[in-house]
């Protein structure tokens, strides 16, 4: 290892100890082992964020705010620290301040359901919203007292406080909404569930009440009930753009992208200058293919918010799109503006990469990927010792002797093709082939199974999870667990005999596939380890994948892939069939005939001409593979070649 791994690998360890040492709740060695490691590297700002968590658990949310301003002041796209700073300023009895500082956290990371939840509680404390109903002196000092114990993470002390009020006033339906968002806070989804109901059977006509059980239905995947919440607040008020935004969100996940289109136009027809309403509709023109209308949606969202990032890049993410002098001039004023968000700004440095690729300018291209990346990794928490260790233990309890003597599930229906992977590897082309057959149906990157590792886990951080627990389970618990990966699939598919889920990481699960779905296929897809890795780091996720903007992380991640692929042909010999993009390409119908023979599928010519299957694609590739096979991608590393040396050096292990 160079100086400078050493210094990452340090500071991961340390972050790695801290946070396992919080999660135990020990936060006197937790804030030590920050401390420790701060002192020599003071300005890591994941580790200056952790300890004023940290702080802010031990009542000591003064220190907590000087350390989190230290890192907002250096990092002011940093969503996660405005969002602790502000846990300091409440337990502080600071709710003004703290209000600014989660609506930057918000502003920063819309998607964050937490955040929104605690911007909801303090809009309450300070009578923005009224769920003491009278304005009742006592009850508003003990919602504020309840409110900084959320933010010390006190949830039992702040529930309590909630359900005090309730002794004395039963039907404050606007406590029941905050127990609600205390239970989403705690991803209590079923309780938040009974909560917001409860709240509703009291104020039935709260259209707010009825958007977060709506949320709550979402993060259970209940979208009918979503769906039926998200309607019944749209009646009660039917002026308001953000319900009919909220349920064309919930239209995509059920694959009604019509209905989608309609929610969302009927959205922007109320407020033509919702960015997020436009960016919206035109991701979804883009997932059944209608690509002018997505670009003329993204382009219109330039028109309403010229620093909008997330527009250029959505423009460059479709991959054949490319973008005249004028838009890259555009890009380059505002790469540099400091009024602009660090998630914009990375967001713009990706379309100036892809921009500047296309014109095979490729120095300038990894000039942007390179700084976008590094915006980007700022922001994301990821820890490749961690990584390893979770392979380690899969490798351990998963061996040939376990896969051997271990039970399998009887549980039947139709037969999912896992389709796994590196993301950027041809998994989306894979898909395309198999999902043209008669028989497939072509889903999505379906969580299911990774929810299922996630209930393995259990509540108790301390308790021996997955992959441990899988000698535990005997046929029927194993049978049990298949059966819930379909009941949870059911609503993504329709009455095909196979299915397709192509969430890449769900590689990590091959010896759990076995065990609890032992009819279904596995298909791993491999790409030149260079191709893989860059085309992973030209990419910006809209979530997940958090090794990929790092090319050093993005290399030791591919090992950490390589080795445990090896180890399921290993353990389970003939079990995965692996593809590769290279030959795919160059003898599609050879590769294409091996792939269905494994499937035991009858061969298809609509298999070979799959860029004419009409279908919805979510994926960075959807253009991509709504046109004929091309050979253009394969060694396209080359063109980057004088700018990675160090992946290229971590790779050479698998290079061969």
């Not at 010229?306 to 799109?321: F, I, T, V």
Request: proline share 4%; glycine share 6%; charged share 25%.
């Amino acid at each position: 290892m160079n100086a400078n791994t050493d210094v990452m690998t340090n500071i991961k360890n340390a972050f790695e100890r801290a946070s396992r040492l919080a999660r135990a709740n020990d936060w006197s060695m937790a804030e030590s082992t920050c401390r420790e490691t701060l002192q020599q590297y003071p300005d890591e700002n994941n580790l200056s964020c952790l300890l004023g968590a940290v702080l802010i658990r031990q009542q000591r949310a003064a220190e907590a705010e000087d350390v989190l301003r230290g890192v907002v002041a250096r990092v002011p796209e940093f969503a996660k620290a405005h969002d602790e700073l502000a846990n300091a300023l409440l337990a502080q009895n600071m709710p003004e301040m703290a209000l600014e500082s989660l609506q930057q956290a918000v502003e920063l990371d819309p998607g964050n359901k937490l955040a929104r939840a605690k911007l909801d509680e303090i809009r309450a404390v300070l009578g923005e919203s009224d769920p003491q109903g009278e304005g009742d002196a006592e009850i508003e000092t003990t919602l504020l007292k309840a409110a900084q114990s959320r933010a010390r993470g006190q949830f039992t002390e702040a529930e309590k406080l909630y359900q005090g009020v309730l002794a004395s006033d039963p039907e404050n339906a606007g406590v029941y909404r905050l127990l609600g968002g205390l239970a989403v806070e705690q991803r209590q989804f079923g309780d938040a569930v009974v909560l917001f109901r409860r709240a509703l059977t009291l104020e039935p006509d709260n259209v707010s009440a009825w958007l977060d059980l709506g949320l709550a239905y979402s993060e259970r995947e209940a979208f009918a009930e979503a769906g039926e919440a998200f309607v019944r607040a749209i009646e009660l008020e039917p002026g308001a753009a953000h319900s009919r935004a909220l349920l064309g969100a919930v239209y995509n996940r059920t694959g009604r992208y019509e209905d989608a289109v309609a929610a969302f136009e009927r959205a922007i027809e109320l407020q033509p200058h919702n960015a997020d309403s436009l960016l919206a509709l035109g991701h979804t023109f883009r997932t059944i293919g209608r690509r002018d209308e997505a670009v003329a949606a993204y382009k219109r969202v330039i028109d309403v918010k010229r620093d909008e990032g997330e527009a250029y890049w959505s423009l460059a993410n479709l991959k054949n799109y490319r973008f005249g002098a004028d838009a890259i001039e555009s890009m380059l004023a505002l790469v540099d503006r400091d009024d602009i968000s660090g998630q914009s700004r990375s967001c713009i440095c990706f379309a100036l990469g892809k921009a500047f690729e296309d014109e095979g300018d490729f120095d300038s291209a990894f000039k942007y990927f390179e700084r976008g990346n590094k915006i980007r990794r700022k922001s994301e928490s990821y820890d490749p010792v961690e990584t390893q260790a979770a392979t380690d233990r899969l490798i351990s309890v998963i061996d040939a002797a376990f896969m051997h003597d271990a039970p399998r599930s009887t549980a039947s229906g139709p037969v999912p093709i896992f389709i796994v992977g590196l993301p950027r590897s041809g998994s989306t082309l894979i898909e395309q082939i198999l999902a043209s057959h008669s028989q497939v149906q072509g889903t999505r990157e379906l969580p299911a199974l990774e929810r299922i590792v996630q209930s393995l886990n259990g509540p108790d951080a301390a308790a021996a999870g997955y992959p441990e627990v899988l000698s535990r389970l005997d046929a029927a618990a194993l049978t049990e667990l298949g059966d819930r990966y379909l009941a949870a699939t059911d609503a993504h598919r329709d009455n095909s005999p196979y299915f397709t889920d192509k969430m890449p990481n769900n590689f990590r699960h091959v010896g759990l596939i076995s065990l609890i779905l032992p009819e279904a296929k596995i298909v791993d897809v491999r790409r030149n380890p260079l191709d893989s890795c860059m085309g992973g780091f030209k990419q910006l996720f809209a979530r997940g994948q958090a090794f990929s903007y790092d090319l050093f992380e993005m290399g030791e991640y591919y090992l950490e892939y390589h080795r445990l692929m090896e180890h399921w042909h290993s353990v389970l010999p003939g079990r995965v069939l692996t593809v590769h993009y290279e030959e795919l390409v160059a003898d599609l119908p050879g590769q294409a005939r091996r792939l269905l023979d494994y499937c035991n599928l009858p061969f298809e010519q609509a298999c070979l001409d799959f860029h004419r299957t009409e279908r919805p694609i979510e994926s960075a590739s959807s253009e991509q593979v709504r046109e004929p096979i091309y050979t253009s991608a394969v060694e396209h590393w080359r063109n980057y070649e004088p700018h990675i040396a160090e992946l290229i050096e971590t790779l050479r292990p698998v290079l061969d």
